[in-house]
């Protein structure tokens, strides 16, 4: 499977072409518009998210409610494009000082612009509305196999949660009804007040969130060559979100301090005589495949580099020192980029899934499925 994305920030729309994935999938458009919009809540976010209200259209590849094994096209409304639209008939001024942190002066200077608003457009966020709705019909995919998926948020600028000892799936359901989703309730009224004094302050906030993968069968991905090592694909695409610099598969940084038989999860035999580990401290990965423990993932967000309070810069078309101008934007996106995540990671299991089961339709999909769980 694969699937590209299209469109810009404030053009009329964002689109998404899904191709390779079988026929006989049941696709629900308020399932892909609920994660829609889980992406766009969150204490912290701009203005932009009041002009928006996404919603999906699904224009291909979808009939009576199922795939056809065709290439399904998404498309979501981009509201504030009428708005831009205006401006632009009145003609856009070039944007010649680049922002610090962002992708402007790489992207001029890689396409020979003078101008950094067309890399500035496409480099927005705004473009992961598309992959949520991308993520959306993976995790339709990955439910049939029972496969799910959460995300919460440990992390806000200085404020870290210290997380009950509870399942994962109650504290991803936490994590839903939390303006953060932080399920740390103390921590949670901390990082909403450090969020609005870095707004009082011009400033803004990174973060970690975290991604855990349920129901993940064994043998995912491959230890076989590079880039079909599941940990690699995982980690690339969580570090394709946009402000994402870092990722952990389980606790590696404190496992990285530690002593190997402190580190390495043991093998037994439970009282049915079937294998079990009493710790899973590898994060569900094990020699670039998935070991059937519970794969948690998480990801260090940098503070958005769109700031109300300027920053030093250069102006390209005097050759003068400069100060950024402030666009609007958000504070913070931790809690939105969550989701962003549990979209990324739910496409490359989906992927590493149809690598392992091939066939053309969701049936050929569960036969071959019930064949390997039943001799594997």
């Not at 129901?215 to 230890?223: E, N």
């Not at 710790?279 to 940098?302: D, F, W, Y």
């Amino acid at each position: 499977m694969r699937f590209l994305t299209g469109g810009e920030s404030h053009g009329p729309c964002l689109t998404a072409i899904i191709d390779g994935l079988p026929a006989g999938l049941p696709v629900d458009p308020d399932a892909i518009d609920a994660e829609l919009a889980r992406r766009q809540h969150g204490h912290g976010r701009g203005g932009r998210m009041a002009i928006e209200a996404d919603r999906v259209r699904i224009l291909g590849g979808v009939l009576d409610g199922r795939s056809i094994g065709a290439p399904v096209v998404l498309q979501i409304e981009n509201r504030d494009w009428a708005n831009w639209e205006a401006l632009r008939s009145r003609g856009l001024p070039a944007v010649t000082v680049p922002r610090p942190g962002h992708a402007d002066y790489a992207g001029l200077r890689k396409y020979g612009l003078s101008d950094t608003r067309p890399v500035l457009e496409r480099a927005s966020a705004r473009e992961t509305a598309a992959r949520v709705a991308v993520g959306a019909i993976a995790k339709c995919l990955l439910g049939e196999f029972d496969i799910t998926l959460g995300s919460l948020v440990t992390a806000i600028g200085s404020i870290e949660a210290d997380l009950p000892d509870q399942p994962w799936t109650t504290l991803a359901a936490r994590a839903d009804g939390s303006p953060v989703r932080c399920p740390d309730p103390e921590a949670e009224q901390r990082m909403v007040a450090e969020i609005d004094a870095a707004r009082d302050a011009g400033d803004s906030l990174g973060g970690v969130f975290s991604v855990t993968a349920m129901g993940v069968p064994i043998g995912l991905g491959s230890h076989v060559q590079w880039d079909r090592r599941l940990d690699a694909r995982l980690a690339a695409a969580l570090v394709s979100i946009p402000g994402v610099k870092g990722v952990e598969i389980g606790p590696a940084w404190r496992n990285a301090a530690r002593r190997g038989t402190q580190v390495h999860d043991a093998f037994r035999w439970d009282e049915s005589g079937h294998v079990f580990r009493p710790t899973s401290r590898a994060g569900g990965l094990e020699g670039g495949m998935s070991n059937a423990e519970p794969i948690v993932l998480r990801a260090a967000m940098k503070p958005i580099p769109t700031t109300r309070t300027p920053q030093e810069s250069i102006d390209l078309s005097t050759h003068l020192p400069a100060r950024t101008a402030y666009q609007r934007s958000d504070v913070c996106a931790v809690p939105s980029a969550a989701i962003v995540g549990e979209s990324m990671v739910a496409w490359t299991l989906a992927e590493a899934l149809r690598d392992k089961l091939g066939g053309d339709s969701l049936g050929e999909m569960k036969a071959h499925w019930v064949s390997w769980r039943q001799h594997g």
